[in-house]
Protein backbone atom coordinates (compact mmCIF):
# COMPACT_ATOMS: atom_id res chain seq x y z
CA UNK A 1 0.00 0.00 0.00
CA UNK A 2 1.35 3.33 -0.81
CA UNK A 3 1.73 5.67 1.98
CA UNK A 4 2.28 8.60 -0.12
CA UNK A 5 0.73 9.45 -3.21
CA UNK A 6 2.93 11.62 -5.82
CA UNK A 7 1.92 12.86 -8.90
CA UNK A 8 2.65 13.86 -11.85
CA UNK A 9 5.19 10.86 -13.01
CA UNK A 10 6.94 12.95 -15.47
CA UNK A 11 6.48 17.03 -15.87
CA UNK A 12 7.55 19.16 -18.63
CA UNK A 13 8.29 22.62 -18.20
CA UNK A 14 9.79 25.71 -20.13
CA UNK A 15 12.52 27.69 -18.84
CA UNK A 16 11.13 30.57 -16.69
CA UNK A 17 7.69 28.48 -15.90
CA UNK A 18 6.07 27.19 -12.52
CA UNK A 19 6.73 23.06 -12.33
CA UNK A 20 4.18 21.82 -9.24
CA UNK A 21 4.32 18.75 -8.34
CA UNK A 22 1.96 17.25 -5.73
CA UNK A 23 1.49 14.49 -2.85
CA UNK A 24 -0.92 13.41 -1.09
CA UNK A 25 -1.32 10.68 2.37
CA UNK A 26 -3.29 9.02 4.28
CA UNK A 27 -2.25 8.34 7.67
CA UNK A 28 -2.61 11.51 9.93
CA UNK A 29 -0.07 10.76 12.17
CA UNK A 30 3.04 12.33 9.51
CA UNK A 31 5.01 15.10 10.95
CA UNK A 32 8.09 15.34 8.65
CA UNK A 33 7.36 16.40 5.41
CA UNK A 34 10.24 16.47 2.97
CA UNK A 35 11.38 16.82 -0.06
CA UNK A 36 14.44 15.28 -2.56
CA UNK A 37 15.78 16.45 -5.63
CA UNK A 38 17.55 13.19 -7.36
CA UNK A 39 19.94 13.99 -10.36
CA UNK A 40 21.14 11.13 -12.46
CA UNK A 41 23.93 8.84 -11.14
CA UNK A 42 23.46 10.96 -7.47
CA UNK A 43 21.42 9.45 -4.48
CA UNK A 44 18.48 11.89 -3.55
CA UNK A 45 19.74 14.93 -1.52
CA UNK A 46 17.16 17.15 0.61
CA UNK A 47 15.70 20.08 -1.13
CA UNK A 48 12.72 21.48 1.26
CA UNK A 49 10.71 20.09 3.75
CA UNK A 50 8.08 21.28 6.23
CA UNK A 51 6.24 20.26 9.79
CA UNK A 52 2.53 20.48 9.54
CA UNK A 53 2.20 23.53 12.10
CA UNK A 54 2.77 25.46 9.08
CA UNK A 55 1.41 26.00 5.49
CA UNK A 56 4.08 27.07 3.86
CA UNK A 57 7.66 27.22 3.53
CA UNK A 58 9.59 29.09 1.18
CA UNK A 59 13.23 28.75 0.28
CA UNK A 60 14.77 30.46 -2.61
CA UNK A 61 12.68 29.62 -5.88
CA UNK A 62 11.14 26.77 -3.79
CA UNK A 63 8.35 26.27 -2.37
CA UNK A 64 6.23 23.60 -0.02
CA UNK A 65 2.27 24.48 0.45
CA UNK A 66 0.72 22.00 2.62
CA UNK A 67 -2.90 21.74 3.60
CA UNK A 68 -3.13 19.58 6.59
CA UNK A 69 -7.24 19.15 6.03
CA UNK A 70 -7.02 17.98 2.08
CA UNK A 71 -3.97 15.77 3.57
CA UNK A 72 -1.97 17.24 0.71
CA UNK A 73 1.45 18.93 -0.07
CA UNK A 74 2.59 20.32 -3.43
CA UNK A 75 5.84 21.58 -4.40
CA UNK A 76 6.30 24.55 -6.46
CA UNK A 77 9.94 25.56 -8.64
CA UNK A 78 9.26 29.07 -9.35
CA UNK A 79 11.19 30.38 -12.67
CA UNK A 80 12.18 27.10 -13.43
CA UNK A 81 15.50 26.43 -15.09
CA UNK A 82 17.25 23.71 -17.07
CA UNK A 83 19.58 22.83 -14.08
CA UNK A 84 16.62 21.83 -12.45
CA UNK A 85 15.68 18.64 -14.49
CA UNK A 86 15.83 16.26 -11.94
CA UNK A 87 13.49 13.50 -10.21
CA UNK A 88 11.81 14.69 -7.42
CA UNK A 89 10.79 13.01 -4.34
CA UNK A 90 7.74 13.40 -1.58
CA UNK A 91 8.43 12.05 1.51
CA UNK A 92 6.84 11.74 4.93
CA UNK A 93 7.46 10.06 8.28
CA UNK A 94 6.50 9.37 11.35
CA UNK A 95 7.98 9.66 14.74
CA UNK A 96 7.84 7.61 17.89
CA UNK A 97 8.52 3.98 17.38
CA UNK A 98 9.29 4.16 13.57
CA UNK A 99 12.36 6.82 14.37
CA UNK A 100 11.58 9.01 11.44
CA UNK A 101 11.48 6.34 9.15
CA UNK A 102 10.49 7.89 5.61
CA UNK A 103 7.99 6.75 3.13
CA UNK A 104 8.80 8.13 -0.27
CA UNK A 105 6.20 8.90 -3.25
CA UNK A 106 6.98 7.11 -6.47
CA UNK A 107 8.68 10.14 -7.86
CA UNK A 108 8.26 13.06 -10.85
CA UNK A 109 10.90 13.42 -13.57
CA UNK A 110 11.04 17.14 -14.39
CA UNK A 111 12.48 17.99 -17.80
CA UNK A 112 12.53 21.93 -18.52
CA UNK A 113 13.28 22.89 -21.43
CA UNK A 114 15.92 25.97 -22.57
CA UNK B 1 34.43 15.74 4.05
CA UNK B 2 30.88 15.20 6.27
CA UNK B 3 28.74 12.46 4.14
CA UNK B 4 27.57 8.99 3.43
CA UNK B 5 29.79 7.00 1.13
CA UNK B 6 29.60 3.74 -0.23
CA UNK B 7 31.36 1.38 -2.18
CA UNK B 8 31.79 0.16 -4.73
CA UNK B 9 30.04 2.75 -6.90
CA UNK B 10 29.68 0.21 -9.32
CA UNK B 11 29.58 -3.82 -9.41
CA UNK B 12 29.35 -6.08 -11.81
CA UNK B 13 28.89 -9.62 -11.25
CA UNK B 14 27.75 -13.07 -12.58
CA UNK B 15 24.44 -14.67 -11.10
CA UNK B 16 25.29 -16.98 -8.32
CA UNK B 17 27.67 -14.52 -6.67
CA UNK B 18 28.13 -13.08 -3.52
CA UNK B 19 29.25 -9.77 -3.13
CA UNK B 20 29.27 -7.31 0.00
CA UNK B 21 28.33 -3.00 -0.64
CA UNK B 22 29.68 -1.01 1.92
CA UNK B 23 28.45 2.14 3.69
CA UNK B 24 30.11 4.37 6.46
CA UNK B 25 28.55 7.84 7.79
CA UNK B 26 30.59 10.57 9.77
CA UNK B 27 27.44 12.74 10.25
CA UNK B 28 27.11 11.22 13.26
CA UNK B 29 23.51 9.60 12.67
CA UNK B 30 21.75 6.83 14.83
CA UNK B 31 19.91 5.59 12.43
CA UNK B 32 21.00 4.15 8.64
CA UNK B 33 19.32 2.51 6.03
CA UNK B 34 19.37 0.24 2.96
CA UNK B 35 17.28 1.57 0.04
CA UNK B 36 16.44 -0.16 -3.08
CA UNK B 37 16.34 2.08 -6.93
CA UNK B 38 14.45 0.39 -9.60
CA UNK B 39 14.70 0.88 -13.13
CA UNK B 40 11.66 3.40 -12.41
CA UNK B 41 13.12 4.95 -9.80
CA UNK B 42 11.05 3.71 -6.89
CA UNK B 43 12.87 4.21 -3.66
CA UNK B 44 11.90 0.95 -1.85
CA UNK B 45 13.43 0.42 2.00
CA UNK B 46 14.96 -2.69 2.68
CA UNK B 47 16.21 -2.23 6.48
CA UNK B 48 17.21 0.34 8.87
CA UNK B 49 19.77 0.07 12.01
CA UNK B 50 19.55 2.48 14.80
CA UNK B 51 22.74 2.31 16.99
CA UNK B 52 23.45 -1.32 15.58
CA UNK B 53 19.82 -2.62 16.01
CA UNK B 54 17.90 -3.78 13.49
CA UNK B 55 14.50 -1.92 13.58
CA UNK B 56 13.39 -2.26 10.08
CA UNK B 57 13.19 -5.83 8.04
CA UNK B 58 10.77 -5.14 5.08
CA UNK B 59 9.99 -8.34 2.91
CA UNK B 60 13.70 -8.98 1.38
CA UNK B 61 14.54 -12.59 0.25
CA UNK B 62 16.72 -13.53 2.73
CA UNK B 63 19.29 -13.61 0.54
CA UNK B 64 20.47 -10.16 1.74
CA UNK B 65 21.71 -9.50 5.40
CA UNK B 66 22.57 -6.63 6.71
CA UNK B 67 25.75 -6.20 9.02
CA UNK B 68 26.36 -3.36 11.55
CA UNK B 69 29.51 -3.53 13.33
CA UNK B 70 28.77 0.23 14.71
CA UNK B 71 26.47 2.78 14.55
CA UNK B 72 28.71 4.43 11.88
CA UNK B 73 28.73 1.86 8.98
CA UNK B 74 26.32 -0.49 7.52
CA UNK B 75 27.22 -3.10 5.38
CA UNK B 76 24.99 -5.42 2.61
CA UNK B 77 25.96 -8.60 1.95
CA UNK B 78 24.25 -10.34 -0.89
CA UNK B 79 24.10 -14.48 -1.54
CA UNK B 80 23.51 -15.88 -4.63
CA UNK B 81 23.05 -13.28 -6.67
CA UNK B 82 20.04 -13.66 -9.04
CA UNK B 83 19.14 -11.28 -12.51
CA UNK B 84 16.03 -9.27 -10.57
CA UNK B 85 18.76 -8.47 -8.12
CA UNK B 86 20.54 -5.52 -10.45
CA UNK B 87 19.03 -2.45 -9.27
CA UNK B 88 20.83 1.12 -7.60
CA UNK B 89 21.60 0.54 -3.53
CA UNK B 90 22.02 3.42 -1.92
CA UNK B 91 22.53 4.12 2.30
CA UNK B 92 21.17 6.95 3.71
CA UNK B 93 21.68 8.13 7.40
CA UNK B 94 19.12 10.03 9.51
CA UNK B 95 19.10 11.67 13.01
CA UNK B 96 15.66 10.51 14.30
CA UNK B 97 12.94 12.48 13.38
CA UNK B 98 15.14 14.39 10.71
CA UNK B 99 15.59 13.99 6.94
CA UNK B 100 17.67 11.41 5.64
CA UNK B 101 21.55 11.94 3.82
CA UNK B 102 22.26 9.77 1.34
CA UNK B 103 25.18 8.39 -0.09
CA UNK B 104 25.97 8.36 -4.23
CA UNK B 105 24.72 4.89 -4.95
CA UNK B 106 26.03 1.47 -5.77
CA UNK B 107 24.69 0.42 -9.16
CA UNK B 108 24.50 -3.55 -8.78
CA UNK B 109 24.53 -5.24 -12.43
CA UNK B 110 23.89 -8.87 -12.29
CA UNK B 111 24.68 -10.65 -15.64
Keep these: ?114 | DTAVSQTPKYLVTQMGNDKSIKCEQNLGHDTMYWYKQDSKKFLKIMFSYNNKELIINETVPNRFSPKSPDKAHLNLHINSLELGDSAVYFCASSKTGAGYTFGSGTRLTVV
Excluded at chain 1, 47 to 63: C, H, N, Q, Y
Excluded at chain 1, 68 to 84: E, N, R, T, V, Y
Design chain 1, 1 to 114: QQQVKQSPQSLIVQKGGISIINCAYENTAFDYFPWYQQFPGKGPALLIAIRPDVSEKKEGRFTISFNKSAKQFSLHIMDSQPGDSATYFCAASLGGSTLGRLYFGRGTQLTVWP
